[in-house]
């Protein structure tokens, strides 16, 4: 099964704003479910959001609603993750990870991980 890679971390100051991007085999995108997720230093994996096969979104952490959103691109082959406002608090290495159609809450049906893309939120 062919990786996602993610991109577009970096460093950026509070109140900023960064796009994530998720490219995904052209073969399994349409049917996938795409989820982002993040593991900031000492502290376990947490879901963010989720954009299903039919694109639904699911939010997994609420302290991301109103600033984070979650898009697919199915021409490109690419899921966005747009962060608005971004806080201290949202530095991670976020990950993307894909599963067939339905999003899940248990990061453990995700089967497919890319490497990671660090951000930064930092004066």
């Known amino acids: 099964q062919v990786q996602p890679v993610e991109s577009g971390g970096g460093l950026v100051q509070p109140g900023g704003s960064l796009r994530l991007s998720c490219a995904v085999s052209r073969f399994t995108l349409p049917y996938s479910a795409i989820g982002w997720f993040r593991q900031a230093p000492g502290k376990e994996r947490e879901g963010v959001l989720c954009i299903n096969s039919r694109n639904s979104i699911t939010y997994y952490a609420d302290s991301v609603k109103g600033r984070f959103t979650i898009s697919r691109d199915n021409a490109n082959n690419t899921v966005y993750l747009r962060m608005n406002s971004l806080k201290p608090e949202d530095t991670a290495v976020y990950y993307c990870?894909?599963?067939?159609?339905?999003?899940?809450?248990?990061?453990?049906?995700?089967?497919?991980w890319g490497q990671g893309t660090q951000v930064t939120v930092s004066s």
């Open positions: 990870a894909t599963r067939i159609y339905y999003c899940s809450k248990d990061i453990g049906d995700f089967s497919s």
